[in-house]
């Protein structure tokens, strides 16, 4: 299969297991953080990964959050961008 039509018909679960190379338990841990950033920024209404991270740290439930926490939340959305730009193109 065509790598390109492969990486369009991949979850991002599975985008981040096959290209990123993270373990399954690491991928659902990404995709669950993914799912939190949800409640800081609507992640689907910026393409500008900067806007985005921007906006959630903004937002004064994620200021609450660890220092640990928000590296990871920032991370997830920048892999989920990462994963849409891939698909897209």
Known sequence: MNRTILSQSLSFKDWLQHKIGYQ??????????????????????????????????????FQKLKSPVKSQLRKSLRLYKQYQEEKNS
């Open 24 to 61: 399954f338990r690491t991928s659902k841990d990404v995709e669950s953080r993914l799912k939190r950033c949800r409640k800081y920024t609507d992640i689907e209404a910026e393409d500008d990964i900067e806007k985005l991270l921007f906006e959630m740290s903004q937002n004064p439930d």
